[in-house]
């Protein structure tokens, strides 16, 4: 987990030049999330979102087919992104803990992800949409999740 020092996201360009899986841990999660959805419509996969109890930080969004995720760290079993989640958040910040819903909302879209505290993917620098697709395109999907499923058995 990557917790930034205060103060990073209130600047654009500070924000744009974080190395990529920083990025889209501490504010792009969404972008990633929804570009992958995007690129990877006919797999079965879905958005969830961990939000937090009231007053605490650590709202995520990650993509999952029920068995596995991915998000920045890339692939892994979704409940082991979750439990590592917990994890390091309640580590950090007695008493948090967070629920789980599904994302009901279109992750690419500023309207929708303003309404909820988020930044829309024309609200960055530069285009996080492309960035997200370079970052994706890093990864051999198939292998990836072929892995993933092997550890579950």
């Known amino acids: 987990m990557y917790f930034l020092k205060p103060g990073i996201k209130k600047y654009p360009e500070k924000r744009w030049h974080l190395p ?14 929804g570009v992958f959805l ?7 996969f879905y958005a969830l979102r961990i939000l937090p109890k009231a007053g605490f930080y650590g709202n995520h969004i990650f ?10 760290h890339g692939y892994s079993l979704k409940n082991q992104l979750i439990a590592h ?5 309640s580590a950090r910040y007695p008493g948090w803990d967070a629920h789980i819903e599904v994302v009901d909302f279109p992750l690419l879209d500023t309207d929708s992800l303003n309404q909820r505290k988020m ?23 198939e ?11």
């Open 119 to 141: 930044l829309g993917p024309n609200q960055y620098l530069f285009n996080p949409i492309k960035r997200a697709e370079q970052f994706l395109n890093r990864f051999d999907h």
């Open 85 to 89: 989640f917990r994890k390091g958040w």
């Open 38 to 44: 995007k690129k990877f419509s006919d797999k079965g």
């Open 63 to 72: 993509v999952t087919d029920g068995i596995v995720a991915f998000d920045f």
């Open 20 to 33: 990529d899986r920083i990025f889209f841990s501490f504010g792009a999660c969404h972008i990633l999330a």
């Open 143 to 153: 292998h990836l999740i072929a892995k993933v499923l092997k550890k579950a058995c």
